[in-house]
């Protein structure tokens, strides 16, 4: 197996290389969803990959952010370029990214990042079909899944072993992009699953039998990290080809002590079983000094899994040093001093992380001065009271309350890289002027439509009371239940697309001929979120519906397309739409949607205006674009459920904001209180040229949904509602 090191710094690049790293990934310089970790110069990456391919060493780059339309001429560029310099392979999440590679730049091979949500076989497969030779997996599958996929299609897999876990699904989280506007999706997360919430009492649960009063607040959403490594053994058997160490904004310390540990471990393997006991034993006390979090297996061993969230505690990482206070009044506005209890060993020149408990994550610096019993010290051990100088950036912080402190990195370890940068420094600079003038011949090929105007306002229309609405746009309603169906709305959609799951088969089996009335406008939906356990009732479920007569689906994740392949031929009109799972932000990803055979997509939620505006100008012929306008969405949807998080619980932010945690099976989903609604902006989105709107009514009461509905789109709105980006620029 091979083992795959994160590196963010020359320093982190030169210990991968010392301590046995058999591949590392780096971030593409503008492109990856690291978007806050400093880039690699070109020259440092052609400096990078010559030292590691002179080492038997592969050099991945994680291409895996996704793309703006304004975005997409860099993109090119940067494919052009890292042909040149012989990349192993790019890591992507974009089908955007994904298809101007192979088209234009079929030498770089494309590995399919964690993002895309590969967590069965058939989705898996379709990667591998659409020009993928590797799939990096979910980090929510456990070993049995995962050696169940690999027995299935034989693809090459890659499965984080070790370092941070989010909280939501990587691919389906819209906390932080909706909730100010930094996309997770393009690397620039603020993490609001690492805050401190505080608990109201809970709300009436959606299902009888859940939820219950009362409960402590704490981090609430905040994963422990991820260990796996006294299960390399099991993951090599079940078909895993590469271990994915996280860490691309970790210091060298960390990258040094864990892949060394991991290296020790896989030498091992072929050993006795008293020689493996011993060396895991080693590796995991040298896994103790990399300064992560706290550790757990993840969803390796089961679903849910155990112990991935201690709430009562901080979720920072780093090695915890204690709690501490600031001292009023000293410091010069440059400065600060804080008080504290050690927990561990500090010294001059570590570099410290403060993290203000019930905010955002702490700044980090060096640490440059220690009093310990009124005498500077130059370090003190466990259970000590000492002072601490905070300075540069970190003193005008003015930080107040209880400030929770960790050790980050060594002192031992700053100051890394020399080696690389003497190595980058006496190498040739790279000669880009062939990338260049690839980019830009293929720019001109596959730009040249961006000229276009937008569609002319040849629908807008309508009169209404208040805002007034279009009158020629098509309508779609998501509903809950088979039943909802039935129940009368501000306006009469076009389809009525109901989520397919066994509760909802069910109902609707119950129902009868009471469904005749609207029977022809329903359109079936599928989750982006599909267990291997689960494809078997997803595959009977859609073929007894097919025979029934039901031709319109929309599809949760892209490689559910291949559900549908068997009755391609069969004479009947399959009609196919994409939800905004498939995370389509501009027109190549479109492009691609519609080569796979799709009739509609739903674009982006995270989009703002100008982007929207953009893409929709380079659109492709014969594929109807809509957008979700109202819905209470999922900001996180998780595999992770765990005993505090009951169905109902009311999560409140240190800002005061409400969200409601929901349990359904083994996923929870946590929704904001106010609902996302554009419905404000339809006209406007008419014009831009969207086909049709969605509203999704789920997450609330129907009554609520309609009421809520109907003041914004005849009576001037007014109520508690947010509109993510759209008026605002996506970070």
């Not at 989705?123 to 030779?133: A, D």
Request: one cysteine or more.
């Amino acid at each position: 197996m091979e083992l795959l090191a994160p590196v963010g710094s020359p320093a982190a690049f030169e210990a991968a290389l010392e301590a046995g790293a058999d591949a590392v990934y780096a971030g593409a310089p503008g492109c990856h969803a690291r978007a806050l970790s400093r880039d690699f110069s070109s020259r440092e990456l052609q400096g990078i990959i010559g030292v590691a391919h002179g080492e038997g060493l592969k050099v991945y780059l994680a291409m895996n952010s996704l793309v703006k339309e304004d975005e997409l001429g860099a993109v090119i560029d940067a494919l052009a370029l890292y042909e040149e310099l012989k990349v192993d392979a790019l890591i992507v999440q974009d089908p955007a990214v994904a298809l101007l590679a192979r088209r234009h730049f079929p030498a770089l091979k494309l590995h399919a990042s964690t993002l895309m949500l590969a967590n069965n076989s058939i989705s898996v497969r379709h990667l591998l079909q659409t020009g993928f030779s590797r799939v990096v997996l979910p980090r929510e599958l456990t070993i049995d899944e995962i050696g169940r996929i690999h027995r299935a299609t034989g693809a090459e897999l890659e499965v984080f072993v070790h370092g941070a876990m989010c909280f939501s699904y990587s691919g389906l989280c819209l906390f932080s992009t909706m909730h100010g506007g930094k996309s997770s999706l393009r690397g620039r997360c603020v993490q609001p699953c690492r805050r401190r919430y505080g608990v109201k009492t809970m709300r009436r649960p959606a299902r009888r039998g859940r939820g219950r009063k009362g409960g402590r607040g704490g981090y609430l959403f905040s994963m422990n990290d991820l260990e796996g490594i006294g299960l390399l053994a099991k993951l090599r058997k079940a078909g895993v080809c590469s271990l994915k160490v996280e860490g691309r904004m970790k210091a060298a310390g960390y990258v040094e002590r864990v892949i060394r540990a991991y290296r020790m471990v896989l030498d091992s393997l072929e050993g006795n079983a008293e020689e493996q006991r011993n060396v895991l034993e080693r590796a995991r006390a040298l896994l103790s000094e990399s300064m992560g979090r706290r550790t757990t297996p993840g969803y390796f061993r089961s679903v849910p899994p155990r112990g991935v969230i201690t709430h009562h505690h901080g979720g920072g990482s780093g090695l915890f040093l204690g709690r501490a206070r600031a001292v009023p009044g000293e410091g010069d506005g440059r400065s600060m001093t804080i008080v504290l209890l050690l927990k561990n060993r500090v010294e001059c020149g570590d570099r410290i992380r403060l993290h203000p408990e019930g905010g955002d994550s702490g700044s980090s610096f060096t640490l440059r001065g220690i009093w310990s019993g009124g005498r500077r010290v130059f370090r003190a051990g466990p259970g000590s009271r000492v002072r601490l100088e905070v300075a540069g950036a970190m003193g005008g912080a003015r930080l107040s309350g209880r400030i929770s402190v960790y050790k980050v990195d060594l002192r031992s370890r700053r100051g890394g890289g020399r080696l690389m940068k003497r190595l980058i420094s006496g190498r040739k600079k790279v000669d880009t002027a062939a990338s260049r003038r690839r980019g830009a011949a293929v720019r001109r090929i596959v730009l040249r439509n961006r000229s276009q105007p937008p569609p002319a306002a040849s629908r807008s229309g309508g009169s209404g009371k208040g805002r007034g609405r279009p009158a020629a746009v098509s309508w779609w309603l998501k509903v809950e239940r088979p039943l909802h169906a039935l129940a009368r709305f501000p306006l009469r959609p076009e389809r009525i697309v109901i989520e397919l799951r066994r509760e909802t088969m069910a109902e609707f089996k119950g129902m009868g001929n009471r469904l005749r009335r609207v029977r022809p406008r329903i359109t079936w939906s599928l989750p982006p979120v599909v267990s291997q356990a689960e494809l078997s009732f997803y595959r009977e479920a859609v073929e007894t519906l097919l025979r029934d007569g039901f031709n319109r689906w929309q599809l949760g994740h892209a490689g559910q397309v291949s559900l549908f392949h068997p009755h391609r031929g069969d004479g009947k009109r399959l009609d196919l739409s994409g939800d905004y799972t498939f995370n389509v932000l501009n027109s190549q990803s479109l492009r691609r949607v519609r080569e796979l055979g799709f009739d509609s997509v739903q674009f982006c939620v995270e989009s703002d205006r100008s982007n929207l505006a953009a893409a929709l100008a380079a659109r492709p012929r014969r594929l109807r674009v809509g957008m979700c306008v109202y819905g209470r969405l999922p900001l996180f949807t998780s595999r992770a459920a765990q005993d505090h998080l009951t169905d109902g619980l009311v999560a409140v932010s240190p800002r005061g904001e409400e969200f409601v945690v929901r349990r359904d099976r083994e996923l929870v989903r946590v929704y904001g209180d106010r609902p996302f609604s554009l419905l404000a902006h339809v006209a406007d989105l008419e014009r831009l040229g969207l086909d049709f709107f969605l509203v999704d009514a789920r997450g609330a009461s129907l009554q609520r949904v309609t009421g809520e509905v109907r003041r914004e789109l005849f009576e001037g709105g007014g109520g508690r509602i947010h509109a993510g980006n759209y008026r605002g620029i996506l970070q």
